[in-house]
């Protein structure tokens, strides 16, 4: 059986990015990160690095991801700007990780697809939890919780449940694809 390490970002003291309403990124994060699991765990071992409202460093989700010998990484988080306008999805990888870049292709993909938000694009990055992690890893960014109109979406049951299978279907076609 595969083995597939799910992030939700922040968590506990760590709030991640507030809307305007209040909204916290940490918790549709783990909303996020729920539904994913709920949706692999009949065909995959899932670790998580959280599963509640805790505070979890960097490191030690490193640390969790790479003593559960899982074969892929994925971490989920909203995203944030100054300018309010900001929206739309965006998926990283590691600099010059090709089967990082094919993981997040893939999930880039299906969110666009399943959403319709704005393609941001796959995007290189070196975020500790990508550049820390052994096996292939893709950081999600939902939508902008610093934008209206996303802030109240991100909070939608349907989409988030759309975040969830495109987050699916994209490590499903990493495996159908033999990356
Ligand atoms: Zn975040």
Redesign the pocket.
Known sequence: MKRICLDP??GGEDP??VGRSGLK?KDI?LQVALKVAEQLIEKYAVNMTRVDDEYVSLSKRCEIANQSKSQLFVSI??NAAENTGANGIETYHYYASDRGRHLARGIQWGLIALTDRKDRGVKEAGFQVLRGTVMPAALVELGFISNDEEEKLLQNEEYQVACAKSIVRGIEEFFDRGY
């Open positions: 970002g922040h991640g990015a990124e994060n988080h909203c």
